[in-house]
């Protein structure tokens, strides 16, 4: 049978397959959120493929690195117990 002989299809067989694709896309989207792209590439500045501002990132790239944190960075540092501490404070700003 064809599409058109299928037809008139039921609201209830309709919203079943608006469901369907809805859930497809969702786990699509779910799954390219998790891929690495250029924007957490630790190559982003080297790399021929970088696009430019507007392209679109390439998504599980093979050429993909993580970006390592460096080990001596002070600012990169801070203490859970106490994350404020070193910090400017509103007074030293107001001097």
Do not use: F, H
């Not at 600012?75 to 404070?89: F, H, R, T, Y």
């Amino acid at each position: 049978m064809s599409e058109k002989e299928q037809l008139p299809i039921t609201l209830t067989e309709l919203i079943s397959t608006i469901c369907n694709r809805i859930n497809a896309a969702v786990n699509m989207y779910d799954t390219i959120i998790t891929l690495n792209t250029c924007n957490s590439c630790n190559k982003n500045n080297s790399c021929e493929y970088v696009p430019e501002e507007g392209e679109t990132v390439r998504l599980n790239c093979p050429l993909w690195e993580e970006i390592k944190e460096e080990e001596n960075c002070e600012a990169c540092k801070i203490d859970v117990d106490n994350p404020l501490e070193g910090q400017m404070s509103i007074e030293d700003i107001k001097k």
